[in-house]
Structure formats: C-alpha cells, structure tokens
C-alpha cells in the first residue's frame, strides 16, 4: 500500500541555526498532513498540521511547508534549540472524520551545541 | 485538563501469554485509535474505537482485539504472545465532531517486552 515515508533519517544542526525536515506521500488523494516530535521513551507529541487546500501553514517557531504537485512535505523549526531534539515523524490520511493514520520512519533531529 | 493516559508503562510478558492495555482519552474526545511502535520505526494503525464499537483496522491479525467502554476509554487485548509483539503502543484520542476530527493526540506508551 502506499505510504509516507522521510528523505533523511538523521539531521545534525547547529543550535540557532533553522532545521529542515522533508517528507515524501505517495497517496495523491492524502488531504491531511501532521507533523509529530517523540522524545525518547515518550508519545508522539503533536506539532503543526496542514490540510491539502493550503501551501504554507504557521506556528510558533515552526512552518510547514505542502507542495502537492511533488506530494512532498516540510517541516521548518528556526533558531533551533536543543529541546528540540528528537525524532519528528510525518503522518497523512484522506477523507473527512475519523481516520486512520499512516506514519513514515521518521527523521532524527540531533542539535549541536 | 488531563491528556492522554495509558497503563501501565512497561509490561514484561513471556510468549504465548495474554496482555491487556488500557487508555483513557483527552477531556472532550470520544475516538481511540491503537497504534503499533516497533523500535526505530513509525507507528503502525491497529485498529480505531467510537461509539463503543471497532471501526476501523489495521492490518493486523485477531489476536489483537479491543473495547471502549462508555466513558470512551479503551482497552487493547492481545493473545497468544509472539516475541514480534515487543513494541511500544500508542493510544490516540481525537475529538467527537467538528473540524478537526482528524488530530490525534498521543498518550505516553505502554512498553511491551515478550520474552
């Protein structure tokens, strides 16, 4: 079946400087992206989401980035800091209501002090 | 306002034995979903609960079943222990209507460990 996936498993970062993570969707009817962060031994914990009428969306320290036409997904974080190591996964699903996610891999974000 | 919670932590459990996991949702939501976290990996869906009865699954076999009681909170059973079930699992909420049905928020874990 079709599936999320990361382009780069790990992403070693300055602290201060902005972090970049890509993800690649592969379902063209996807309609819902969400960006999670895991610390260690934790749940994922939620971040930002987008849904597929928008481009660009937002938050604090945080934007997300969708371009359907490459089904690619990003995930920007600036000045980052060291709590914001962790592991980020990208989730999608289609349709209105309750629904299934699917999750990709993940991309571990490592900050260098 | 509580988020998600589930018991217990960690669990240790030896090959053909049963395990029961419980969760109880985020204040105001009313939808459980289970998902599979096998190590270095993203979660896997398992099955999703609303209005007490299973909605939606995964692709994953029988011997993984649940239940949500009224109160919306939920337990997932697996029989039949295989060593392939050591994983974390997750359970999600998300809210009863509205907009944004699709937002799943997650609780801590449980930590299974099949010897």
């Known amino acids: 079946g079709e599936s999320v996936g990361l382009h780069l498993p790990t992403l070693s970062v300055q602290e201060g400087d902005n972090s970049i993570i890509n993800c690649a969707y592969s379902n063209s009817a996807s309609d819902y992206f969400i960006w999670y962060k895991q610390e260690s031994g934790k749940g994922p914990q939620f971040i930002i989401d987008?849904?597929?009428?928008?481009d660009k969306r937002q938050g604090q320290r945080v934007t997300v980035l969708l371009n359907k036409t490459v089904k690619h997904l990003s995930l920007q974080i600036a000045a980052t800091q060291p709590g914001d190591s962790a592991v980020y996964f990208c989730a999608e699903n289609y349709g209105t209501g309750r629904r299934a996610l699917t999750f990709g891999s993940g991309t571990r974000l490592q900050v260098q002090p | 306002d509580a988020g998600v919670t589930q018991s217990p932590t960690h669990l240790i459990k030896t090959r053909g034995q049963q395990v029961t996991l419980r969760c109880s949702p985020k204040s105001g939501h009313d939808t459980v979903s289970w998902y599979q976290q096998a190590l270095g990996q993203g979660p896997q869906f398992i099955f999703q609960y609303y209005e007490e009865e299973e909605r939606q699954r995964g692709n994953f076999p029988d011997r993984f079943s649940g239940h949500q009681f009224p109160n919306y909170s939920s337990e997932l059973n697996v029989n039949a222990l295989l060593l392939g079930d050591s994983a974390l699992y997750l359970c999600?909420?998300?809210?009863?209507?509205?907009?944004?049905?699709?937002?799943?928020?997650f609780g801590p874990g449980t930590r299974l460990l099949v010897l």
């Open positions: 999600a909420s998300s809210s009863k209507g509205g907009d944004r049905q699709e937002t799943q928020y």
């Open positions: 987008i849904r597929s009428n928008m």
